[in-house]
């Protein structure tokens, strides 16, 4: 069974920094994409940063190019959203998300949420002027 769970979502002051983590268990190394993706209160869910497994560069909206970063440890078991410079529009809910195994996406698909299998609970961030 695949879980997913994120952490260390929080307040931070505008051009503060957070990192956000996002534990996995359950996944197989057939597993190609894991993705962060946001919720602002009243908006759609958008992603941001895509993670591909087969060796391809993280994948960044243009709303937060350059200021954050996607990573993943040696073992496999944690996605990170590093998030520098937030700006008050940064203000989500932030999700995990992961494909289910062996699933491939074309390049116009990996930010559209009902591609993605499995989801955390989401972590709030919150940015104050």
């Known amino acids: 069974r695949v879980q997913l769970v994120e952490f260390g979502g929080g307040s931070v002051q505008a051009g503060g920094s957070l990192r956000l983590s996002c534990a996995a268990s359950?996944?197989?190394?057939?597993?190609?994409?894991m993705a962060w993706f946001r919720q602002a209160l009243g908006k759609e869910r958008d992603g941001i940063a895509i993670?591909?497994?087969?060796?391809?560069?993280?994948y960044y909206a243009d709303s937060v190019k350059g200021c954050f970063t996607i990573s993943q440890d040696s073992a496999k078991n944690t996605l990170f959203l590093q998030m520098n410079s937030l700006k008050p529009e940064d203000a989500s809910v932030y999700y995990c998300?992961?494909?289910?195994?062996?699933?491939?996406?074309?390049?116009?698909?990996?930010?559209?949420?009902?591609?993605?299998?499995?989801w955390g609970q989401g972590t709030q961030v919150t940015v104050f002027s």
């Open positions: 998300a992961a494909t289910r195994p062996l699933k491939s996406l074309a390049y116009s698909q990996i930010l559209t949420p009902s591609e993605y299998d499995f």
């Open positions: 359950g996944l197989t190394a057939s597993t190609n994409y």
């Open positions: 993670l591909s497994t087969r060796g391809a560069p993280p």
